[in-house]
């Protein structure tokens, strides 16, 4: 099959074993997530095992259309294993970060990377085109994510320096035909932080790619692994190139920004507000996030359009485009550059610290319950909470484990907990992390596709598909007083359009106080597990760009390019030929697949809760979402909800029994499996007497 | 009240009052939206803490390349009656009251606003003598 290299690199740390299993053996479940949590099924025998035992086995996935010009998936790296982030379980999870590193892993000539094992000591991972070698990392450990790159880039080339003018061929010993290259090897490492085995560490990739979700960074540190380097110089064989550059035309004509004037392509006069070049895809549509201090320019992964980060003059804070641009507010611009940078350097995952960590720890120090007479004593300098010196002091605790880092490199929700004050904050909603254990992404009182996706799976599930069209738009017309850019009817006519195989079903949409509990709401549930599972996580479109339902560039309708781009692109680059609901249909599949290993795990519906707060705290601010009240489409506003406990229940068994799942446990049945074509897994769940 | 007419200055000690960080019951409780983080609660414990809050809405139009992206929010009403009851500046909260329209934006109102704020910290500044 095109799109793909043939085999995936299957490492054994403990012994130092390098062999390949050959792709063709999953290529069924498409590339990244699929073929990852397929490999983990059968490699991992025993899936309770905690994430730092030997055994788990971490994936680093490519998707068939990494390195080609597919917009958005040619750089994004698939992460799975049992993840010690999730509370209180640690659930087989996933993470994803951008850059180039897959695309290397393919002209390397590799799908994939499955590690497993423990090094006996600090190890990095070198590999160019068909060597690989284990690699003694004892002068790399202890080093930050920046300089272990460094260090790697100058020993994989040979080079003394790094410096532009000193640069020279990488692999220079080769022969120009042996395949010599200018490219940079693509290194992901640990810090600091995830060699302390953190449940937050993070995996890092040039300087803002992080896969922090998960705690992958600790699992790494747990194995003895500071890195993998990959440098190749093979290609990619692509099964109709013409149709590959057709389709790339046909997006960049009808749905992409006008690059006569990149910088300012919105539907009204607002500026540059990133909710809506996202929409309109305008490149550096992050950069709204930083304010602009110095000169930059937008950047972005490999065959991005989008490019939604940006390098700056100063290399502070380049590449970071996600929560650690906004993860300290307060102090000023440079500052909050340099705080993303320090995060960056430690390793760390942002996300569980940024906003409600931070925020969590100065409320409990106002308290009196953390500070130097605290009933937890830290040294941490709350008295200078917003400036940098807070921050740097907070991340290089929680990176050396040193004091109260000791507890919070484990995590807020679990540091709460050995504090004895996790159930009441909860309750309260102090501390508001609604799932288990990650932070209140969007408003699970409210838009709930969000939550229901993350309860029913392992993580925060962070898709955007619906909540740049439900939520943003009226979100942020409302709260300037302007009529809505878009009217909702319009907006939910198009989502519908595209949501095959529901498409025409706007109640979907409707996310009015009562139909949140409706047979609609759990086909809009069930459409964004398998959307995501095989287009976005397997495919690897990126989440940013994908789906794309309302676009204002294609006038004069403005429905976006989902669901036709997806097997557009994928079709020509592997040379099958799917529709868009096949690939719904193996989404599907993995979502079983997935759903089978946490029943493994021990997965039962009644730890399917979220957080007291979610039911018990309405919501204090304005929280705009479409909705249909009295025959008409609105953007309703849903300050004051709560969750109601009881319905989210009813709604969970009509979730269920259309997955064909058992409605008293939560998990799949031999009956469901079967008929996706999973038996082989219905087998291991009886012997497990999970089914 | 019209946007040039400042607020008397506040004696030291007023400003004293004004400027402290309040306690944890006492706090205020406000809303950052920004589109990779969803909307996140956040504690105001003090004027300055609210003044570099709201200054991420400064201006018309807030979601300029070269702001912040991101809206935050505080009720209003509730702001007035912290800074009436818990600051125990009754001047600032009536200033803010009678710049309230009913009818009017979240945003509008907040810029409305904003300047006696800003006004009402830098006078603190000033008496208390810092930069």
Redesign the interface.
């Known amino acids: 099959m095109n799109g793909y290299m043939g085999k995936i690199l299957r490492l054994d740390l403990t012994n130092k074993q390098k062999k390949t299993i050959s792709t063709s053996d999953y290529e069924e479940f498409l590339g990244g997530h699929g073929i990852g949590s397929a490999i983990f099924f059968d490699a991992v025998k025993d899936k309770t095992i905690s994430p730092f035992n030997p055994k788990n086995v971490i994936t680093l996935m490519t998707s068939p259309l990494s390195g080609t010009l597919a917009p958005s998936a040619g750089g994004r790296t698939e992460v799975q294993g049992l993840g010690p982030q999730p509370y209180p379980t640690e659930w087989f999870t996933r993470s994803n970060f951008g850059g180039r590193f897959s695309a290397m892993l393919k002209y390397a000539g590799y799908d994939g990377i499955v590690i497993e094992g423990k090094a006996d000591k600090p190890t990095w991972i070198n590999i160019v085109n068909e060597d690989v070698v284990f690699e003694d990392a004892d002068g790399l450990w202890g080093m930050d994510t920046y300089s272990t790159q460094e260090e790697i880039w100058k020993e994989v080339s040979g080079n003394p320096s790094n410096s532009p003018e000193d640069r020279e061929w990488y692999q220079k010993d080769r022969g120009r035909d042996d395949g010599r290259t200018t490219q940079k090897p693509a290194v992901v490492a640990i810090g600091p932080s995830g060699e302390k085995k953190s449940r937050i560490g993070a995996l890092i990739h040039e300087a803002g790619n992080a896969a922090g979700q998960g705690g992958f960074g600790g699992v790494f540190g747990s194995k003895n692994l500071k890195a993998i380097s990959v440098l190749g110089t093979n290609s990619i064989e692509v099964a109709d190139p013409n149709a590959l550059m057709k389709a790339r035309e046909w997006i960049h004509e009808n749905y992409e920004y006008d690059e006569e004037d990149p910088?300012c392509e919105h539907p009204l006069d607002?500026?540059?507000?990133?909710?809506f070049s996202?929409i309109t895809d305008a490149p550096g549509s992050?950069?709204?996030?930083?304010?602009?201090v110095e000169p930059a320019r937008p950047q972005g992964c490999l065959s991005c359009p989008k490019n939604c980060r940006m390098r700056t003059e100063s290399g502070y804070g380049s590449e970071s485009?996600?929560?650690e641009?906004?993860m300290y507010?307060?102090q000023s611009p440079k500052e909050r550059y340099k705080s993303a940078n320090l995060a960056q350097r430690h390793g760390i995952n942002v996300y569980p610290i940024?906003?409600?960590g931070h925020?969590y720890l100065?409320?409990l120090y106002?308290?009196g319950f953390l500070g130097e007479n605290g009933e937890v004593e830290t040294d941490l300098p709350f008295e200078k909470y917003?400036e940098m010196e807070f921050i740097r002091a907070l991340l290089n605790k929680i990176s050396s484990r040193e004091g109260i880092g000791d507890d919070l490199s484990e995590g807020v929700v679990r540091a709460a907990e050995k504090w004895g004050r996790l159930e009441q904050d909860l309750s309260s909603?102090l501390l508001?992390r609604p799932n288990w254990g990650y932070?209140?992404?969007?408003?699970p009182r409210i838009e709930v596709n969000w939550p229901y996706g993350s309860i029913l799976g392992s993580r925060d599930i962070n898709e955007?598909g619906f909540?740049?069209d439900i939520h943003?738009i009226p979100?942020?017309s409302?709260?300037?007083?302007?009529d809505p850019v878009f009217d909702a009817e319009e907006v939910v006519d198009n989502v519908s359009n595209a949501v095959v195989p529901f498409e025409g079903n706007k109640s979907m949409f409707d996310f009015g106080e009562d139909n949140i509990y409706s047979k609609d709401m759990v086909k809009t549930i069930a459409w964004q597990r398998y959307y995501s599972r095989s287009w976005k996580q397997s495919v690897q479109y990126c989440d940013w760009f994908f789906p794309n339902f309302h676009n204002p560039s294609n006038s004069p309708t403005n429905q976006g390019f989902t669901p036709e781009a997806e097997p557009k692109f994928f079709n020509a680059v592997t040379g099958r030929n799917i529709s868009f609901k096949d690939g719904m249909n193996i989404g599907k599949r993995i979502w079983n697949l997935d759903r089978s290993i946490w029943a493994l795990q021990g997965r039962h519906r009644d730890m399917e809760k979220f957080a007291d707060y979610v039911y018990e705290v309405p919501k204090?601010?304005?929280?705009f979402v479409s909705s249909k009240q009295n025959g008409e489409w609105k953007w309703e506003n849903g300050k004051g909800r709560t969750l109601d406990r009881d319905k989210f229940e009813s709604w969970k068994d009509r979730y269920y029994e259309f997955e064909g799942w058992n409605t008293e446990t939560g998990r799949p049945t031999r009956g469901n499996l079967e008929e996706l074509d999973l038996g082989y897994v219905a087998d291991e769940l009886e012997e497990k007497d999970k089914i | 009240m019209s946007e040039n007419k400042l607020l008397e200055k506040p004696s030291k000690e007023k400003a004293e009052e004004i400027m402290r960080e309040v306690g944890f019951e006492e706090r205020l409780e406000a809303v950052k939206m920004t589109s990779m983080t969803g909307d996140k609660k956040k504690s105001i414990y003090s004027l300055k803490n609210l003044v570099n809050f709201l200054e991420v809405n400064k201006g018309i139009n807030p979601f300029e390349t070269n702001k912040k992206g991101g809206i935050t929010y505080i009720d209003l009403n509730e702001t007035v009656e912290w800074i009436k009851n818990t600051l125990n500046d009754k001047k600032l909260a009536y200033g803010i009251q009678s710049r309230l329209k009913e009818d009017e934006s979240y945003m509008n109102n907040l810029n409305s606003i904003k300047p006696l704020l800003d006004q009402r910290f830098e006078q603190c500044k000033e008496v208390l003598n810092k930069v």
């Open positions: 910088e607002y500026g540059s507000f990133p909710g996202f992050g950069m709204g996030f930083w304010p602009k485009i996600c929560v641009v906004v507010g307060g940024s906003t409600t925020k100065y409320d106002k308290q917003g909603g508001q932070p209140q992404h969007y408003d955007h909540n740049w943003w979100q942020v409302t709260m300037l007083g302007l204090k601010a304005p929280y």
